[in-house]
């Protein structure tokens, strides 16, 4: 076994641990996430998928962010207790701009680097950042667009050989399908 495949084990690993901790809504999902993230960032720049390399760097400090968030919304919800947030209408407008606007960009940017898969890469990088930002916020919503975007990073890590990363993803899928169910039950409007 050489480095990158032990390094895709540890983030298949830390990624499953943190979407349990996700699912559960319990901060110790985000220090998980800051190791995944390290980990994913490292095996996709070697793979030169340039936007998930930059989405795991943005995974990483997202989750000092979601970290503070999540604290401050758990001591206004109640120790425990799954906390929602309603998704506003202008978030809502305002992330399918920047989905349209940032996807166009990123393909074309990571054209001129080389990326062979440019617009897939894009699209869930770009998706993927909307979704890290609502799941700070406790936007059930979160979890659908997890859904796309996990599909559509199983396909990238699939097409490059990435096997562990390629199952990583595919449970992420299944993870949000639950995660959405448990939150629905479970969750508390704050």
Not at 74 to 90: C, F, N, T, Y
Request: proline share 1%; hydrophobic share 55%; net charge positive.
């Amino acid at each position: 076994m050489d480095i990158v495949q032990a390094i895709e084990i540890f983030a298949f690993v830390t990624g499953i641990a943190y979407v349990v901790l996700e699912i559960l809504q319990k901060n110790a999902m985000w220090v998980l996430g800051l190791l995944t993230g390290l980990a994913c960032a490292y095996s996709f720049a070697i793979q030169r998928n340039w936007g998930m390399t930059g989405l795991n760097v943005y995974y990483i400090v997202m989750s000092v962010i979601g970290l503070v968030q999540w604290r401050k919304d758990g001591a206004e919800a109640g120790e425990g207790v799954i906390h929602l947030r309603p998704l506003p209408v202008k978030t809502a407008l305002w992330s399918a701009v920047g989905f349209v606007v940032g996807s166009l960009a990123l393909i074309a940017v990571f054209r001129a680097l080389g990326d062979g898969m440019s617009a897939l890469d894009a699209t869930a990088t770009v998706l993927s950042v909307i979704a890290t930002w609502w799941l700070t916020r406790s936007y059930i919503q979160q979890w659908m667009l997890w859904v796309v975007a996990n599909i559509l990073t199983a396909a990238l890590c699939l097409s490059n050989g990435q096997y562990w990363m390629t199952a990583l993803y595919a449970a992420y899928v299944a993870s949000a399908v639950y995660g959405y169910i448990h939150w629905k039950k479970k969750g508390v409007e704050i």
